[in-house]
């Protein structure tokens, strides 16, 4: 299994952009399709944003297409989540998991077996 150790988070104004990263260590990194989740208080997990092992395909969710972009370097074991024009709506613990499989139709969090322990991003209107 691969562990995973998020960072990067933070408190910011509606409008700014932030980066959080993803360090992996463990299991070899390159073999693992990254997502990228995050849970609001009272609401469930969902999803943010997924890139395969290679980084030639990524899935984003509805609400954060043209805002965010998953990226990743398997020579630093890190994956990145850039985040611009932040809306008060993003505010919510962002996770990092790792999973085998890559759907073409979208990510399922039942896919991730390894999860990091979450950074919070809080956007200030």
């Known amino acids: 299994q691969v562990q995973l150790v998020e960072s990067g988070g933070g408190l910011v104004q509606a409008g700014d952009s932030l980066r959080i990263s993803c360090a992996a260590s463990?299991?070899?990194?390159?073999?693992?399709?990254m997502g990228w989740f995050r849970q609001a208080p009272d609401k469930d997990r969902e999803v943010v944003a997924g890139?395969?092992?290679?980084?030639?395909?990524?899935y984003y969710t509805d609400s954060v297409k043209g805002r965010f972009t998953i990226s990743r370097d398997n020579a630093k074991n890190t994956v990145y989540l850039q985040m611009n024009s932040l809306k008060p709506d993003d505010t919510a613990v962002y996770y990092c998991?790792?999973?085998?499989?890559?759907?073409?139709?979208?990510?399922?969090?039942?896919?991730?077996?390894?999860w990091g322990q979450g950074t919070q991003v809080t956007v200030s209107a």
């Open positions: 890139i395969n092992w290679s980084g030639d395909y990524t």
């Open positions: 463990g299991d070899r990194f390159s073999m693992y399709v």
């Open positions: 998991a790792a999973a085998l499989r890559w759907r073409v139709d979208g990510l399922q969090i039942s896919d991730f077996g390894s």
